[in-house]
């Protein structure tokens, strides 16, 4: 081989391998995001549900149980570009859908709420329909996905054990009971849906703005000042006039 042409095949060398790794390397945001449906009958939330510009956060803890097979064919026919998975801890984002059935439009009350894998709050609201419920939540995990895929999937950090460093003492929490008369009403804690009564609510110490509301009655509503420790709240609700 002449020594002219070394210097062209070191280059190619050099540059080949980096171009094999670009073509077959993917970044986590294009796979597909996985999704475990819940209702809020099954789960609990703990930590703060508000803040600012319309996020809230949460996390999820309890024996949250997968919706009907029903609901999630639905889901998974109507949000193609998500994988339906039936591991909580697995899936970069849990969908809490409350569906009440009854053929009248006024009779359907739908709940959704979306929280990511870090337990912020994607979404969370009232709807008309299943469908509704089901193209609000997609369109909120489709559009959330692009941004937070490397950050859902990244692994954890590994931690280095300190002999000497102090336990950690976990943070005092407030457990508030909300039931109601008559119960199926919604929970709303700083303005975001939680679940329904009756629920286990676990908050931060603090002033939380608590509100239960039903259709055809008036709703609930009073701030609060959470401590740690428990707190039992049975409001009965009164009929709209």
């Keep these: 081989m002449r020594s002219g042409l070394w210097p ?31 209702d809020s009958q099954s789960w609990e939330i703990s930590g703060a549900s508000g803040g600012a510009n319309g996020a809230s956060a949460g996390v999820v ?34 969908v809490l859908l409350d569906h009440e059935g009854g053929k009248g439009f006024l009779r359907h009350d739908n709940k959704v709420a979306v929280f990511n894998k870090d337990g912020d709050s994607i979404v969370s609201h009232s709807t008309m329909s299943l ?6 939540a997609c369109e ?18 590994k931690l280095t054990p300190v002999a000497s460093a102090p336990a950690q003492v ?20 700083d303005g975001s849906f939680v679940g329904t009564t009756p ?5 931060p110490p603090g002033e939380h703005q608590i509100a239960i509301k039903k259709s055809g009655y008036q709703p609930w509503q009073r701030k609060m000042k959470i401590m740690s420790g428990a707190i039992n709240l049975s409001p009965d609700l009164e009929k709209a006039q």
Excluded: H
């Design 131 to 136: 469908g509704s419920s089901v193209k609000d």
């Design 199 to 203: 629920s286990m609510v676990e908050l």
């Design 140 to 157: 909120a995990i489709t559009k959330d996905w692009p941004s937070s895929a490397a950050k859902l999937r990244a692994p954890a950090p």
């Design 8 to 38: 062209f095949v070191l280059c190619l060398l050099t540059i080949l391998p980096a171009v094999a790794q670009e073509k077959s390397g993917s970044s986590p945001a294009d796979e597909k995001p996985r999704v475990f449906i819940t």
């Design 61 to 94: 803890k309890g024996g949250a149980r997968p919706q009907t097979a029903e609901i999630i064919k639905t889901f998974s026919e109507r949000c193609p570009l998500v994988i339906v998975n039936n591991k909580q801890d697995k899936a970069d984002y849990i």
């Design 170 to 189: 976990p943070a005092a929490v407030g457990k508030v009971s909300v039931s109601s008369n008559p119960t199926g009403a919604d929970i709303e804690i």
